[in-house]
């Protein structure tokens, strides 16, 4: 498992900080989108055209130097596969357009597919019309209320979390410790920044200049965008789990006989929780 750093940063890598922030114009810049809930709705529901129905994301593969499909099956046989069986009840958050849906549906006994967006839901009741298994709900962007009680074997998120703020984050994992069964698992995935800059979020209110400099402290990079990723680290997910009585059992951010794939290209993890069992 490779991990991002997390030591405090030096009093002087702060200074420059504050001093290039010091520099920033308000006035005129464009202000940033936020990884709010209703940001997420308008993005996903109404303005992207899903060409490829999630398919196009592949720079996580590119970054890796893995062909796609290749990346792919190895998400699979990783994170999704030891965690099916005919008889599990699946839950995926925020499926979109069920890139990875497809890659469970026939894996599982039954899978729940929970999004925000009535149009992702739409065109996933029609992806599998054929399934007889798949219980689609449109929710709020935060929680589960459809979802019974204990009655989930595992649950299952990505690209999703990443663009997810904390404060929902926080209300998805404690639903996560409402509907898992006890020993059930959650492999969620989510950004990585680092936790020692997330004070400094605030420079990305100061626009692309602001954006850079915050994306060059918290992911170690300039080139590239940040993904639309939400001020999030490893860290801050292990504690809200732990608050909501979730163990981490990983949180990985390669993977593979020679750690081959995985999430470097924004520096995001795949954090596995498990709902502990009953003693």
């Given at each position: 498992m490779?991990?991002?750093?997390?030591?405090?940063?030096?009093?002087?890598?702060?200074?420059?900080?504050?001093?290039?922030?010091a520099r920033l114009e308000i006035t005129g810049t464009r202000p940033r989108m936020r990884n709010n809930i209703e940001n997420n709705f308008r993005k996903w529901n109404d303005d992207y055209d899903w060409p490829k129905d999630g398919d196009e994301?592949?720079?996580?593969?590119?970054?890796?130097?893995?062909?796609?499909?290749?990346?792919k099956d190895s998400i699979v046989a990783t994170f999704l596969a030891p965690n099916l069986s005919p008889e599990s009840v699946v839950l995926e958050i925020a499926p979109g357009?069920?890139?990875?849906?497809?890659?469970?549906?026939d894996r599982c006994g039954r899978l729940i597919l929970v999004d925000l967006s009535?149009?992702?839901?739409?065109?996933?009741?029609?992806?599998?019309?054929?399934?007889?298994?798949?219980?689609?709900?449109?929710?709020?962007g935060q929680s589960l209320q459809a979802v019974a009680d204990v009655s989930?074997?595992?649950?299952?998120?990505?690209?999703?979390?990443?663009?997810?703020g904390t404060d929902v984050i926080d209300r998805y994992l404690r639903e996560l410790r409402r509907v898992l069964k006890p020993g059930g698992k959650a492999s969620i995935h989510?950004?990585?920044?680092?936790?020692?800059?997330?004070?400094?979020?605030?420079?990305?209110?100061?626009?692309a200049l602001?954006?850079?400099?915050?994306?060059?402290?918290?992911?170690?990079?300039?080139?590239?965008d940040d993904g639309w990723r939400s001020n999030v680290s490893q860290r801050t997910i292990?504690?809200?789990?732990?608050?909501?009585?979730?163990?981490?059992?990983?949180?990985?951010q390669t993977w593979g006989k020679n750690n081959e794939f995985g999430l470097e290209r924004y520096g995001d993890f795949v954090t596995t929780l498990i709902h502990p069992p009953r003693t």
């Open positions: 490779v991990q991002w750093s997390e030591r405090p940063e030096t009093g002087v890598e702060y200074c420059l900080v504050l001093q290039a922030a994301w592949d720079g996580q593969a590119r970054f890796s130097g893995q062909p796609y499909e290749a990346w357009h069920g890139r990875w849906s497809n890659e469970i549906v009535p149009n992702c839901i739409e065109f996933c009741q029609r992806r599998f019309a054929s399934h007889d298994n798949v219980v689609y709900l449109v929710n709020d989930v074997d595992f649950v299952w998120s990505y690209d999703a979390f990443v663009h997810m989510h950004a990585g920044r680092k936790h020692g800059f997330l004070w400094l979020g605030f420079l990305r209110d100061f626009g602001g954006t850079n400099i915050y994306k060059a402290l918290s992911m170690g990079k300039i080139a590239d292990r504690q809200l789990a732990t608050h909501h009585g979730l163990r981490v059992r990983d949180q990985l």
